[in-house]
């Protein structure tokens, strides 16, 4: 088979940037496809761009001069004598124009087709089309009529609080939770208005706004050949302003009953569009186990690994081979979930300041050291975190026998991988695993807002910090060690206490 492929797609351009580009090119070289990157001039110290077989700069500049423009990555492509680009995730990975202009342009898109994109894209469109094949919706509105009369009236029937959405929307943007009637004009606008501001476009559609849901989503692949298979379920309820921080799968939500029926449906989305490739549809689940379509997303998801761990699959691996043109080399009842794994990000931001974002120079990058434990990231020492691109600088997946060995493997490895020199959100994801609630699998979109209180950092009282600092000198006694050290100590415990 790897001949096969190799005919096909013997280089590969990954039209992106960290963790993600070095993820696709580790399958590419155990594959023996040569992999081409690309990076800006302040990345050359950056892991994606020396260790591919070729790399390119984009020059400087704004993103729309280097990793979102089109034509400039088609030409690499071309020059370099890559046969495929790859996208990852973000970026240009669901652009529907890109794709077209690589296909255009002679080369294979590993991912879907834009007729795909383009009809899950758009969050109206495609509840058009899930109407079509009778998935189930969460009650709303998504018209063609936008004025304000039929949308507050569409808001009225479906009784509040609703949701109000940019139908191109993405990462919480255009989107507003309405709880009264009195409030909706003015929360439209103003969704409108972001909307129109984000993303050009400013139509949105109406839901019930569902409280405290879960958050599932099924993780499917498609060829060409008829082939529709999912690889299980992810847990993603934990969310910040609708950004996911922490993953698992299988879900504790879900019996088997429930897991065979949620996944099942997503088969039936990505069937009923004719989708290629890997994709992730995503469901709201309710407390009584009623489940509704919210979107698709038609690439790579970050959290892609941890159904990796579980499945023992390389969802890029099949990627590449949907892309050649070949069957997928399984059946489903082949995929079956085994153990449990976690991942949760590592950001550069501060959360006890309100997640203000962190830059400065990374002095070392800590390892795990447990099995079946990886770091995702594309840091290495001496880079420089700058607010140049996304503050995610790792994604750290680990996987265990069961849920409480997954959960104890994170809370080791989260002490051991340390970003030196850059703030990271690390002690604040222990917070999270560690809560009973998140232990108990109690888990829903509003955890974090709901159990603020309990992730808030525990004070040290100047009765531990005295007695670790005692602990230290008994522990490291020497000849050297005086009670004026021991006075010193104190000293700096009270300097401590005044900070």
Known sequence: MSTEILNKIDKI??????EIALRVMKTCKEMGIKSVTIYTETEKSYPHSYLSDESFSLGMGPLSETYLNHEKIIEIAKVSGAKAIHPGYGFLSENSVFAKKVTDAGLIFIGPTPHSMEIMGDKKTSKVEMEKIKIPLIPGYHGDDQSESVLKAAAIDIGFPVLVKASAGGGGKGMRIVWKEEEFIEALASAKREALNSFGNDIVLIEKFIQNPRHIEVQVMSDTHGNHLHFFERECSIQRRHQKVVEETPSKALDDKLRKSICETAVAISSGINYKGAGTVEFIMDADGKFFFLEMNTRLQVEHPITEMVTNSDLVRLQILVAAGLEL?????????????????????DPDNNF??????????????????????????????????????????????????AISKTLHSLNEVKFLGVTTNRDYLKRIVNTTPFREGDTF??????YSDLLKPVETTDLEIAAGIASFLTNSQTEDTTKSETVQAWNRLQGFRNI
């Not at 002095?363 to 990231?377: A, C, E, K, Y």
């Open 329 to 349: 080399p399984m059946k489903q009842q082949e995929i079956s979930q085994n153990g449990h794994a976690i991942e949760v990000r590592i950001y550069s931001e």
């Open 356 to 405: 203000m974002p962190a830059i400065g120079k990374i002095g070392h990058v800590g390892t795990p050291t447990l099995n079946n434990v990886r770091l995702d990231s594309g840091y290495v020492d001496g880079n420089e975190v700058t607010i140049d691109f996304d503050p995610m600088l790792a994604k750290l997946i680990c996987w265990g026998v069961d849920r409480d060995s």
């Open 445 to 450: 979109t509003h955890f974090i807002d709901t």
């Open 13 to 18: 351009l990954i039209a992106n940037r960290g």
